[in-house]
């Protein structure tokens, strides 16, 4: 395939939870303690990418990270086998047992920062891993993120994969969730647009915690070696924060020449408009389509309910847009309507399609977080680990893998059984065999 967009999903893993973990993101809060069914969440990601797939869009997968991890609870003092481990930990706090199962590294928009080699002054792909540091439970993906990502693009000619950020909350970073970048196609040099929630200017949320610094986004810039005038960092609204926007791909999406957002996702909106519109116009030569909603026509409450803005936008093979949409964007009459307004403006998407994901939904992640773009040339594609391109037959072996592990239904409480923990270790090692991926780099041993 020529230079393309590949979309890495994340796989739902097998202990999809409602754990209530993300202060800040309503769907987690609301649904706390609630019955979740893996298994049908992880089907549900699957046929996302069976959609995507039969769609012509290059489609591949990053596994699920192990879990529990029990090394995060060692370092926790508690100690004995691995069964007395999680006993002890279930016993003394519960919320801990929680934070080692959560299976959120599905969302893989918050996996890491990617710039395409084109973009980049030594001409690779470069990769930060989001180091998370905002919430305790998924802090402790980074290291297993990075070494799954040197695993998949380990051919140093081709790709850079950087350790995450000191994890430290000045450095606070999550990844491509608050990047997008702007080019007249895939193929060609872009403008990076980093979206920040809290940085140098007094503004901040004041009820909910900003997850992305200003800080955090100018460092992966130097180290992706971004052209200078290539990359925009701006804030997000402290408003949209405080109404459970908690990374920008909640309230704007992009792809190539056009941007989707809402009113009230940036601060001094016009001029961050007119800003990137500058620069996509002097990088491209270009226009820049921007469609935007004012509450009015879609309120705050209105785009965190129904995620419109966590859309994936594809562009197909024959140069138009695919919209693909959470099934809650039909449920909800405003977000119905922007879609069709969409539909209606001058741009490139033809098509608006609603997928189920309340599964995943359920926590705060609709199609755009299960995804990570990755841009890549012919070269790189044959450079990357090919066990995790998606085809008919891998999607078959993972149909068949997640009906013989998963269950359909897990609470809370069932997370201090360690006949479950099992389970997922052994969800894990057959899915190694299944990716070509050794085990010891799936288990992270
Ligand atoms: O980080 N939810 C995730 C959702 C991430 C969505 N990603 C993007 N918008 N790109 C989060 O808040 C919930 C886990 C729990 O409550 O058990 C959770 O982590």
Same mark, same amino acid.
């Given at each position: 395939?020529?230079?393309?967009?590949?979309?890495?999903?994340?796989l739902?893993?097998?202990?999809?939870?409602?754990a209530?973990?993300?202060?800040?993101?309503?769907?987690?809060?609301?649904?706390q303690?609630?019955?979740?069914?893996?298994?049908?969440?992880?089907?549900?990601?699957?046929?996302?990418?069976?959609?995507?797939?039969?769609?012509?869009?290059?489609?591949?997968?990053?596994?699920?990270?192990?879990?529990?991890?029990?090394?995060?609870?060692?370092?926790?003092?508690?100690?004995?086998? *691995? @069964?007395? /481990?999680?006993?002890?930990? $279930? =016993?003394?706090?519960? !919320? &801990?047992?929680h934070?080692?199962?959560?299976? %959120?590294n599905?969302?893989?928009?918050?996996?890491a920062?990617?710039?395409?080699?084109?973009?980049c002054? *030594? @001409?690779? /792909?470069?990769?930060?891993? $989001? =180091?998370?540091?905002? !919430? &305790?439970?998924?802090?402790?993906?980074?290291? %297993?993120?990075?070494?799954?990502?040197?695993?998949?693009?380990?051919?140093?000619?081709?790709?850079?994969?950087h350790?995450?950020?000191?994890?430290?909350?000045p450095?606070?970073?999550e990844?491509?969730?608050?990047?997008?970048?702007f080019?007249?196609?895939?193929?060609?040099?872009?403008?990076?647009?980093?979206?920040?929630?809290?940085?140098?200017?007094?503004?901040?949320?004041?009820?909910?915690?900003a997850?992305?610094?200003e800080?955090?986004?100018?460092?992966?810039?130097?180290?992706?070696?971004?052209?200078?005038?290539?990359v925009?960092?701006?804030?997000?609204?402290?408003?949209?924060?405080?109404?459970?926007?908690?990374?920008?791909?909640?309230?704007?999406?992009?792809?190539?020449?056009?941007?989707?957002?809402?009113?009230l996702?940036?601060?001094?909106?016009?001029?961050c408009?007119a800003?990137?519109?500058?620069?996509?116009?002097?990088?491209t030569?270009?226009?820049?389509?921007?469609?935007?909603?004012?509450?009015?026509?879609?309120?705050?409450?209105?785009?965190?309910?129904?995620?419109?803005?966590?859309?994936?936008?594809?562009?197909?093979a024959?140069?138009?847009?695919?919209?693909?949409?959470?099934?809650?964007?039909?449920?909800?009459?405003?977000?119905?309507?922007?879609?069709?307004?969409?539909?209606?403006a001058?741009?490139?998407?033809?098509?608006?399609?609603?997928?189920?994901?309340?599964?995943?939904?359920?926590?705060?992640?609709?199609p755009?977080?299960?995804?990570?773009?990755?841009v890549?040339?012919?070269?790189?594609?044959?450079?990357?680990h090919?066990?995790?391109?998606?085809?008919?037959?891998l999607?078959?072996?993972?149909?068949?893998?997640?009906?013989?592990?998963?269950?359909?239904?897990?609470?809370?409480?069932?997370l201090?059984?360690?006949?479950?923990?099992?389970?997922?270790?052994?969800?894990?090692?057959?899915?190694?065999?299944?990716?070509?991926?050794?085990?010891?780099?799936?288990?992270?041993?």
């Open positions: 395939m020529p230079t393309c967009e590949f979309n890495f999903d994340g739902i893993g097998p202990s999809h939870n409602y209530g973990l993300s202060f800040g993101n309503v769907a987690s809060s609301t649904n303690y609630q019955q979740s069914n893996p298994k049908a969440a992880a089907l549900q990601g699957l046929q996302k990418m069976k959609f995507l797939h039969d769609l012509g869009i290059a489609q591949a997968i990053l596994p699920p990270l192990r879990r529990p991890r029990l090394e995060f609870l060692r370092e926790l003092g508690f100690s004995g086998s *691995d @069964s007395q /481990v999680l006993e002890s930990a $279930a =016993n003394t706090n519960m !919320t &801990l047992v934070q080692v199962y959560s299976a %959120s599905m969302w893989t928009a918050n996996a920062t990617v710039s395409p080699s084109v973009d002054e *030594d @001409s690779k /792909v470069h990769f930060t891993p $989001a =180091n998370l540091a905002s !919430t &305790l439970h998924r802090s402790i993906e980074p290291e %297993s993120t990075l070494r799954n990502l040197r695993f998949i693009f380990s051919d140093p000619s081709h790709f850079k994969v350790p995450a950020l000191p994890s430290q909350t450095l606070s970073d990844g491509a969730a608050n990047h997008t970048r080019c007249r196609t895939h193929s060609e040099q872009g403008v990076e647009f980093f979206v920040f929630g809290v940085g140098n200017s007094k503004l901040k949320p004041e009820k909910f915690p997850r992305q610094t800080l955090a986004s100018q460092a992966i810039a130097r180290r992706h070696g971004l052209k200078g005038d290539a925009e960092i701006w804030q997000q609204n402290p408003n949209a924060i405080d109404a459970g926007v908690f990374h920008n791909d909640v309230i704007s999406v992009g792809n190539e020449d056009l941007l989707l957002c809402h009113e996702a940036f601060v001094n909106q016009p001029d408009i800003k990137l519109q500058q620069r996509f116009r002097a990088k030569g270009s226009e820049l389509k921007v469609v935007q909603w004012k509450s009015g026509e879609l309120q705050l409450r209105e785009a965190v309910q129904s995620y419109l803005f966590n859309s994936q936008i594809v562009t197909r024959d140069g138009k847009m695919t919209l693909i949409c959470p099934l809650e964007c039909d449920e909800i009459p405003a977000a119905r309507r922007a879609t069709e307004k969409i539909l209606g001058e741009n490139r998407v033809d098509q608006v399609q609603f997928l189920d994901l309340r599964q995943s939904m359920n926590n705060g992640g609709g755009a977080c299960l995804r990570l773009r990755v890549l040339t012919e070269e790189e594609q044959q450079a990357i090919q066990g995790v391109i998606f085809s008919d037959d999607f078959r072996q993972l149909a068949n893998w997640i009906d013989a592990h998963y269950r359909d239904t897990l609470i809370a409480d069932d201090r059984d360690y006949q479950f923990a099992r389970e997922c270790f052994e969800a894990i090692e057959s899915l190694a065999d299944i990716l070509g991926i050794p085990r010891s780099v799936l288990l992270d041993e």
